[in-house]
């Protein structure tokens, strides 16, 4: 059984930073594709950024691009989102997301597991 489990998330004003954590409780954790998604108010679950099980390479949403970094430990299973120069349109609950599989690493629905979401409000 796969758990994810967000923190971090809060009230920040605009400028601000914050800093995600997505922990893990899976066996291989090294092997997945681990990303964020965010769900605005009345809007639909979007990509943010994923990481790569194997070389840890990032990909990242354009809105999000120069803002945002993706940062994972293995050891730890640990997963983490540092956003940085928040604005007020980032405002939305962040999910943490996992596959073992491959597809459309910007789709939802490609992925298998999911966190219960933090919520994150930018103030402006």
């Known amino acids: 059984q796969v758990q994810l489990v967000e923190s971090g998330g809060g009230l920040v004003q605009a400028g601000g930073s914050l800093r995600l954590s997505c922990a893990a409780s899976v066996d291989t954790f090294s092997s997945y594709t681990m990303a964020w998604f965010r769900q605005g108010p009345g809007k639909e679950r979007v990509f943010v950024a994923k990481i790569s099980p194997t070389d840890g390479s990032p990909s990242y949403a354009d809105s999000v691009k120069g803002r945002f970094t993706i940062f994972r430990d293995n050891a730890k299973e640990m997963v983490y989102l540092q956003m940085n120069s928040l604005k007020a349109e980032d405002t939305a609950v962040y999910y943490c997301?996992?596959?073992?599989?491959?597809?459309?690493?910007?789709?939802?629905?490609?992925?298998?597991?999911w966190g219960q979401g933090t919520q994150v409000t930018v103030s402006s």
């Open positions: 997301a996992g596959r073992y599989t491959g597809g459309n690493y910007e789709s939802y629905e490609s992925y298998d597991y």
